[in-house]
Structure formats: structure tokens, C-alpha cells
């Protein structure tokens, strides 16, 4: 019996996978379970593998390619077995089929109902597999058959539709809706078509021209000036621009932070932080477990003072569910990690109970697996609460956007050595280093996240009240 090998959701955010590669080919003997493919998710790039045995008979998507959750990918079936009613016309196929039969009747209604979108008019006429000319030049409800040469069609066009001197211009319908719909006077446009018609190519140049589009040239204009360079219209592309189809990881990204930075209330919180005396343990600690390899990070010193200090601020260590706010009753650390694609962040989990030599080798470990796109699911999701650190790129202070449904996030900037007025009233170089505290309103007030950088704070200038 033939299987059908689904794009299946990978990962808990992922609505759509790109195939990375193949690992098995057409004619491959496969057993249920073995990998037939790696794909990208939103987060990592993950084996896909087969829910049944027999032969891979068809593989419907190249590699590079991107196919929706639940799309039909491949057919593992006997070796002769029918499976023409899959492979010929399956339902990944039909699917697709279905989805660019539905665009171009979404397009051209678009058109009937007079969209303001010109492209998609446009993609409309391209769709139905009609030129320029042949949209503009065959009369409605003509046979194809029965259209003549592009030219004499548009003669014959201008000649029924806008006859010479009865003071209309002479423009073909598709060319006037898109002067309308980006609010061009016809007028203004010069026609290259039969007759001085303007047509549909004569309006978009028009629009990247600008000047052409406003008024037409006077007549006493000379005519041996040279034209005066076109205008680059705001937003087209220029010469030597390239565009990046999004991968699913920024898709994801620009998704999340867009439901975060406008529907949350966010209001921040700085304070600046001496970290000499958590400098001087860091030290210490390095060269007490230098012989078993074990390296802490300015980092890892501040993920265990938040995860202390966490446990002591519950509101912080929450989030907003819509009509609740929901206390975590562990504490779970998201560090956010730069990768090729974008961020990803992978989770320290119980970061309170840990020590910070334990801390340090999960987050090495955790961080180079994600830079490979190799965690899992489970190690990048179910955060608490989420730290951001520049300071190893010089930037001193910024804000974060909130990781939703999480309360707030940890914004934390370098360590640096600044002149600063002592306990003593003297002048003294101490290490220094701000930190800014993203909060949901909505689950935490001012004083709430104050006392939290208080509680941080106090952490990081004295260690010893981690563990204290």
C-alpha cells in the first residue's frame, strides 16, 4: 500500500518547511523510519523520516523548495505498484495546482472589482497567459483565432474604440484603469501605440518616470535637449540590488516581533551595574577549572544572577495568557544566539538549580548546536524569560522586543571600563556595564521591574548573594 510522505511540522511554531536535501532518491529502497530528507524549519534544519516501507516511487519537491504542513512530498509504494493516481495527478500536485488556479482567479477578480493594486492586475494578465498586446489588442469576446497581427489589432482597436478627433484619447481599458488606480491623468501619458494609443506599457513607464506622469512636455520644449534621467521610483530596485527570498526562520522572526512590539504594552527599565567583583570571580573560576576545560563567560555569570533573581520576582518570571497571568513555576533562561538566518534561543532550562560552570558548558554546547541548526525543538522553546547580549559587539546600551508570551526580556550591553565617583566621594576606573529590562505592562508595574535590577544588581556587585 502506497505512503505518502508529508511536509510534517517540525517544530511547534512551523507552518511550512524548506527541503534542504534529499537523502534518499527515486528508486531508493526505504524502510519506515529511515531519513529521507533534512529540512528547514523555522528554527533548525531537521530529518524527516519515512512512515512506511517499500520503494520512494516519486519525490515531488526539488530541494531549495518550500511546501506548507501537510503537503504530499513523496510516494514510498511497492516497486510495482500503481501509483499513477498519486504521482500523475496526487494531491501535493493537485494541491498545487489548485493553489496557481486559485491565484489567478483571485488576481483577476482583483481586476473585475477594480483593485488599487496594480501589480496584481498586471500579474492577473500574466496569469492568464495573455501579453500586453494581446490583452490590450483583442476586442472582447473575440476568438483568439480570429485576432489579427499585434499592429493592425491595435488599429483596429483604436479605430472602434477611440476614433481620431472626436476630442477622447485614444487609450485601451487596461491602460486607463491603471493610470486610475495610481492616479495618473490618462492625458498626461504619451502613447506608443497604433495611432498615438496609449497602452498599458506606455503607463508604467509613465509611473517610473514621474515627470512624464505629471503633465506632458510642452510643445515648445527642444527637442535636441537631452531627457533628464528618470526619477528611481520609492522602493523599486536599483541597479546591482538583490532580494532574498525570506527563509523560514526570518518568517518566523518578523512574525513573532511584529505580534510582540505592537500589541505589548512595553515600558524599560536601565540601570548600570559595577562589575568588578563579578569580573574578579569569573577569574577565579577559570583558573580553578582551567585543567577540565571549563571556560565561564561574563554571560553565563549574568544568566545565573537573573535565574536567581528570577526565583525571587515571580512576576517577572511570567507571562500573559489573555485572560490570565500564568506564574512559571520553574525558571527557564532563553539566551538568544546569532546565527547565519537571523536569532534563535536556545533554552537553559532549571537555570536557577545550576551552577555557573554547569551553565557555562550548556550554553557552549547549546549555542554551537544551534549556529549547525541542529537543536531540537525542545531545547529552543518553553523559555521564561529571555536574555539578549551585544556587549561582545561594543554596543553599550539598546532595548529588546519581548519574546511573547514571556513578560520581559534582558537587554544587556558590555563591560567597560568608565571613571565613576566611588562610596568614598573619589574619582575611580571601575568596570561598568548597563542593562535594560523590557516589561509587559500589561503583567508588570514600574516598581515590579525596578526591584527585579535591584535584585540583579545586587547579584552581580556581590556574588556571593547568589548563593547566600
Same mark, same amino acid.
Given at each position: 500500500?502506497?505512503?505518502?510522505?508529508?511536509?510534517?511540522?517540525?517544530?511547534?511554531?512551523?507552518?511550512?518547511?524548506?527541503?534542504?536535501?534529499?537523502?534518499?532518491?527515486?528508486?531508493?529502497?526505504?524502510?519506515?523510519?529511515?531519513?529521507?530528507?533534512?529540512?528547514?524549519?523555522?528554527?533548525?534544519?531537521?530529518?524527516?523520516?519515512?512512515?512506511?516501507?517499500?520503494?520512494?516511487?516519486?519525490?515531488?519537491?526539488?530541494?531549495?523548495?518550500?511546501?506548507?504542513?501537510?503537503?504530499?512530498?513523496?510516494?514510498?509504494?511497492?516497486?510495482?505498484?500503481?501509483?499513477?493516481?498519486?504521482?500523475?495527478?496526487?494531491? $501535493?500536485? !493537485?494541491?498545487?495546482? =489548485?493553489?496557481? *488556479?486559485? +491565484? /489567478?482567479? #483571485?488576481?483577476? &477578480?482583483?481586476? %473585475?472589482?477594480?483593485?488599487?493594486?496594480?501589480?496584481?492586475?498586471?500579474?492577473?494578465?500574466?496569469?492568464?497567459?495573455?501579453?500586453?498586446?494581446?490583452?490590450?489588442?483583442?476586442?472582447?469576446?473575440?476568438?483568439?483565432?480570429?485576432?489579427?497581427?499585434?499592429?493592425?489589432?491595435?488599429?483596429?482597436?483604436?479605430?472602434?474604440?477611440?476614433?481620431?478627433?472626436?476630442?477622447?484619447?485614444?487609450?485601451?481599458?487596461?491602460?486607463?484603469?491603471?493610470?486610475?488606480?495610481?492616479?495618473?491623468?490618462?492625458?498626461?501619458?504619451?502613447?506608443?501605440?497604433?495611432?498615438?494609443?496609449?497602452?498599458?506599457?506606455?503607463?508604467?513607464?509613465?509611473?517610473?518616470?514621474?515627470?512624464?506622469?505629471?503633465?506632458?512636455?510642452? $510643445?515648445? !520644449?527642444?527637442?535636441? =535637449?537631452?531627457? *533628464?534621467? +528618470? /526619477?528611481? #521610483?520609492?522602493? &523599486?530596485?536599483? %541597479?546591482?540590488?538583490?532580494?532574498l527570498p525570506l527563509s523560514p526562520m526570518r518568517k518566523t522572526i518578523a512574525k513573532r516581533l511584529t505580534q510582540s512590539i505592537g500589541p505589548v504594552p512595553h515600558f524599560f527599565l536601565t540601570v548600570e551595574i559595577d562589575m568588578g567583583e563579578a569580573m574578579r570571580l569569573r577569574a577565579k573560576i577559570n583558573d580553578r577549572f582551567k585543567d577540565e576545560g571549563v571556560k565561564v563567560s561574563p554571560n553565563d555569570l549574568i544568566i545565573k544572577a537573573v535565574a536567581a533573581a528570577l526565583r525571587k520576582h515571580p512576576w517577572v518570571n511570567a507571562a500573559w495568557t489573555g485572560d490570565a497571568i500564568r506564574f512559571h513555576d520553574a525558571v527557564h533562561v532563553g539566551v538568544a544566539v546569532a546565527v547565519d538566518e537571523g536569532l534563535i534561543t536556545p533554552v537553559v532550562r532549571d537555570a536557577d538549580r545550576k551552577g555557573v560552570t554547569e551553565i557555562a558548558t550548556e550554553v557552549r554546547e547549546l549555542a554551537g548546536r544551534a549556529r549547525e541548526k541542529k537543536l531540537k525543538p525542545e531545547e529552543y522553546t518553553g523559555s521564561t524569560f529571555s536574555i539578549s547580549n551585544l556587549g561582545m559587539f561594543g554596543i553599550e546600551e539598546f532595548t529588546a522586543v519581548i519574546n511573547p508570551p514571556e513578560a520581559a526580556i534582558l537587554a544587556v550591553g558590555a563591560i567597560s571600563p568608565k571613571v565613576v565617583v566611588d562610596e568614598n566621594g573619589d574619582m575611580a576606573v571601575r568596570q561598568r556595564m548597563r542593562v535594560t529590562l523590557s516589561c509587559d505592562h500589561r503583567v508588570i508595574d514600574g516598581a515590579t521591574g525596578a526591584k527585579f535590577l535591584e535584585t540583579l544588581k545586587s547579584y552581580l556587585e556581590e556574588p556571593m548573594m547568589m548563593v547566600a
Open positions: 500500500m502506497a505512503t505518502k510522505v508529508y511536509m510534517e511540522a517540525l517544530s511547534p511554531t512551523m507552518e511550512e518547511g524548506r527541503l534542504a536535501t534529499w537523502l534518499k532518491n527515486e528508486g531508493d529502497h526505504v524502510k519506515e523510519g529511515d531519513v529521507l530528507a533534512e529540512v528547514e524549519t523555522d528554527k533548525a534544519t531537521m530529518e524527516l523520516v519515512a512512515r512506511g516501507s517499500g520503494v520512494l516511487r516519486k519525490r515531488m519537491l526539488n530541494e531549495g523548495d518550500t511546501a506548507n504542513v501537510g503537503t504530499v512530498i513523496a510516494v514510498i509504494a511497492g516497486a510495482d505498484e500503481d501509483v499513477s493516481a498519486l504521482t500523475g495527478g496526487g494531491e $501535493a500536485q !493537485a494541491s498545487q495546482a =489548485a493553489s496557481t *488556479a486559485e +491565484a /489567478p482567479k #483571485q488576481e483577476t &477578480a482583483a481586476m %473585475a472589482e477594480g483593485s488599487s493594486d496594480v501589480g496584481r492586475g498586471a500579474a492577473a494578465v500574466a496569469a492568464a497567459g495573455q501579453t500586453e498586446e494581446d490583452s490590450e489588442s483583442t476586442p472582447k469576446g473575440a476568438a483568439p483565432t480570429a485576432a489579427p497581427a499585434s499592429g493592425a489589432a491595435e488599429a483596429g482597436a483604436a479605430a472602434g474604440g477611440d476614433a481620431a478627433g472626436n476630442g477622447r484619447v485614444k487609450a485601451s481599458p487596461l491602460a486607463r484603469r491603471i493610470a486610475s488606480e495610481a492616479g495618473m491623468q490618462i492625458g498626461s501619458v504619451q502613447g506608443s501605440g497604433p495611432g498615438g494609443r496609449i497602452i498599458k506599457r506606455d503607463v508604467e513607464a509613465a509611473m517610473q518616470g514621474g515627470a512624464q506622469a505629471e503633465a506632458p512636455a510642452p $510643445a515648445e !520644449a527642444r527637442p535636441e =535637449a537631452a531627457p *533628464a534621467p +528618470a /526619477p528611481v #521610483q520609492a522602493g &523599486a530596485p536599483g %541597479a546591482g540590488d538583490r532580494d
